[in-house]
């Protein structure tokens, strides 16, 4: 059965620090992996999607890279802002309804 | 372009009482999911539809019921709550697999059910 990690569960970075989040995962038959942003009391934005064929997908400060191999993404946030402040969450995508998420890193940037 | 929609947003039931959950999406979308959020277990997928007129069971199912009888609509309904079935309940939606980047998922803003 697939299952995704995240770890750490939470963390805590001064503001300009640059830092990466973790998702792993058991099995590398994966079609896709998302990122998602989840802000207190509210629903999932989509921050990244990467391709079973890709390896790195890019966004401003975001980059979020996958590695079937291995069974790793990696989550990387540069320059990292308060507005950062958030859960972020890893989805697996192994099919038309098959999305597998992982329980989460909780991001606080201090000021 | 509201993207997903929810209504209710907040809402406390008793034991035993039902309702329906409703989700709207604008985008077009064939795909639509309900998932529960409980603390510490991530997301979990309940009931999901390939397009209008068909449902099917996800992950924990039991104890709810889902109709899609409109493209744009996603009902889930509980027909007699349950303490256990107290979370934070997001539907989604996407496209068909046609593409680069169409298994984005589109998330609404959540409902918050307690059930005493």
């Known amino acids: 059965k697939q299952e995704v990690t995240q770890i750490p569960a939470a963390l805590s970075v001064p503001e300009g620090e640059n830092l990466v989040l973790n998702c792993s995962f058991t099995?590398?038959?994966?079609?896709?992996l998302q990122w998602f942003r989840q802000d207190p009391g509210k629903g999932l934005t989509s921050l990244l999607l990467i391709q079973s064929s890709q390896r790195e997908q890019t966004s401003g400060r975001l980059n979020a890279s996958l590695d079937k191999s291995s069974g790793r993404s990696t989550l990387y946030i540069a320059a990292s802002q308060p507005g950062d402040s958030a859960t972020y969450l890893c989805?697996?995508?192994?099919?038309?309804?098959?999305?597998?998420f992982g329980t989460g890193t909780r991001l606080k940037v201090l000021a | 372009n509201a993207g997903v929609t929810q209504t209710p947003k907040f809402r406390v039931l008793k034991t035993g009482q039902s309702m329906t959950l409703l989700c709207a999406q604008d985008?077009?979308?064939?795909?639509m999911y309900w998932y529960r959020q409980d603390p510490g277990m991530g997301l979990r997928l309940i009931h999901y539809s390939v397009g209008e007129g068909t449902t099917a069971k996800g992950e924990v199912p039991d104890g709810y019921n889902v109709s899609r009888l409109k493209k744009q609509n996603f009902l889930l309904g509980l027909e007699s709550a349950a303490p256990s079935q107290t979370s934070v309940y997001f539907c989604a939606s996407r496209n068909l697999n046609s593409g680069a980047g169409d298994y984005e998922q589109y998330f609404g803003p959540g409902t918050r059910l307690t059930v005493t």
């Open positions: 099995d590398s038959a994966i079609y896709n």
């Open positions: 985008m077009n979308h064939e795909y």
């Open positions: 989805a697996l995508i192994s099919g038309t309804y098959k999305y597998i």
